[in-house]
């Protein structure tokens, strides 16, 4: 009982900080780091459906208008992350993600519609603010579409048909 307290506590609190500012660091300069370039990235390439099962992701964490991205696993069912999501450690281990950052700001959650706050769409989550204001989304990047191929432009008359 304790645990599943536990892994709601930390749900909430992912869903408070993607939820509330969400609008706030979609592809704004003022935010330095990863943060704009995974964004952007996935804004304009989108993504394909992720899949139900375990996935690679990056978790992005904005505080005081600068990122920071680090490699996590996320479980999803029917659409939806469900927790724990972890974040990798340097000794390539992982802990959850709730052991790091505080619960979700109340606030924040009280404004959520809980329905669909663990979506995913082109391969984003929604951004969560936790009580300390720590802003947090996570990118599903193996499910990213790939960049578009540009033409091969052919080079001058004079260049190409020198005989």
């Not at 506590?9 to 939820?19: R, Y």
């Not at 609008?23 to 704009?36: I, L, Q, T």
């Not at 600068?66 to 999803?76: I, Q, W």
């Not at 619960?103 to 924040?108: C, K, R």
Request: net charge negative.
């Amino acid at each position: 009982m304790k645990n599943m307290l536990t892994i709601l506590v930390f749900i909430f609190s992912i869903q408070l900080a993607f939820g509330q500012t969400a609008e706030s660091f979609h592809a704004k300069d003022e935010v330095e780091g990863c943060y704009n370039e995974y964004y952007t990235a996935f804004t304009e390439r989108g993504a394909n459906p992720v899949t139900d099962g375990q996935h690679d992701v990056v978790i992005s964490v904005i505080h005081q208008g600068k990122s920071e991205c680090y490699f996590g696993k996320a479980t999803v069912k029917d659409g939806k992350f469900v927790n724990p999501v972890t974040i990798q450690k340097d000794d390539m281990s992982f802990v959850p993600l709730n052991t790091i950052f505080k619960s979700l700001d109340p606030n924040w959650l009280e404004e959520q519609d809980m329905a669909t706050i663990n979506d995913i769409t082109d391969g984003m989550t929604n951004v969560f603010l936790t009580k300390d204001e720590y802003e947090l989304r996570m990118f599903f990047y193996t499910f990213v579409h790939p960049k578009p191929r540009a033409n091969r432009k052919a080079p001058s008359a004079d260049v190409l048909l020198k005989k």
